[in-house]
């Protein structure tokens, strides 16, 4: 599925701020971007994404797997998850009661945007720019 992002034509020429063809030239797609960066922004979230990702988790394993979050980081990330129905919440019919959280059919449509952040990740992230520096850096001294 292809869609525009109004960026399509973009070239590193600024502008006046008027109409012109490098200009993203509809608003909405601002809004739905920044509310798509506000479900998925905050301290935790996308590791509690990803995590799920492996199936259904009780509360105490999920805390496990995130350590060192905190119960009371975890509960609020996990209720505004669900808030944006990303994650569900199942209570599960056993003593002592259990609560298990799973991902929701919309959470698992991110699974080609985590693709291809792990992608970037590989070819450019944090280590891949920490090596090219300490090797122009190297090179400066030999």
């Known amino acids: ?14 502008c006046d701020g008027g109409e012109c063809e ?9 809004i ?3 509310g798509a960066i506000h479900a998925l922004g905050g301290k935790w979230k996308l590791e509690i994404l990803f995590t ?6 009780r509360f105490g394993a999920l805390r496990r797997a995130l350590l060192p979050i905190t119960q009371h980081m975890l509960t609020a990330q996990l209720r505004e998850l669900e808030h944006d129905g990303l994650v569900a919440r199942k209570v599960l019919a056993e003593k002592p009661l259990q609560v298990a959280y799973e991902l929701t059919d ?4 991110l699974t080609p945007a985590f693709r291809e952040l792990l992608a970037w990740s590989k070819a ?7 090596e090219a520096s300490e090797t122009t850096l190297g090179a400066g001294l030999a």
């Open 124 to 130: 450019y992230g944090p280590r891949r720019h920490t």
């Open 52 to 57: 799920l990702m492996n199936g259904g988790v």
């Open 32 to 34: 739905e971007f920044k």
């Open 1 to 14: 599925m292809k869609f525009e992002t109004g960026m399509e034509k973009n070239n590193s020429e600024l």
């Open 22 to 30: 490098s200009c993203p030239t509809d608003p909405n797609l601002l």
């Open 106 to 109: 919309s959470a698992w449509g």
